[in-house]
């Protein structure tokens, strides 16, 4: 699971590590990786394999929709999060700078700022 980690999350974040915090996020999520067992990854990309295509369901979402993604994610880039925007009605797109796949964990003022407006937003009947 070691090796797992070193070659599966780099690439998930927004470049390599470049200050003490960013070193502490991937210390972190390597911990998690390390923590799992062979078996069970195979069963979490199974899962992801197997998993039914949710994109014709898009459109009937009619509740207040945040779509949030970090611009560097290679796993899950803002043009996907972009297209999803266009199918979900009044849907709202929050790119994040400086993050990747995981954003929330890279850059969680962001992702929070984001969040918090939104529901704001959702709660004064705003899309």
Excluded: K
């Excluded at 390599?16 to 062979?38: I, Y």
């Excluded at 990309?45 to 979402?61: G, K, M, S, W």
């Amino acid at each position: 699971m070691a090796a797992l980690a070193a070659e599966w999350l780099p690439p998930m974040m927004a470049g390599p590590p470049a200050t003490a915090e960013q070193r502490s996020v991937l210390e972190r999520l390597t911990g998690m990786v390390e923590g799992q067992t062979a078996a069970s990854f195979a069963a979490q990309i199974q899962a992801l394999l197997d998993r039914p295509d949710a994109e014709p369901l898009l459109t009937t979402i009619d509740v207040p929709t945040l779509l949030l993604s970090g611009r560097e994610d290679t796993w899950s880039p803002v043009s996907q999060h972009l297209r999803m925007q266009r199918m979900i009605p009044g849907s709202i797109f929050v790119e994040v700078a400086n993050a990747g796949h995981m954003a929330p964990i890279e850059q969680p003022e962001a992702a929070a700022n984001a969040l918090r407006e939104h529901l704001i937003a959702a709660m004064d009947g705003d899309p």
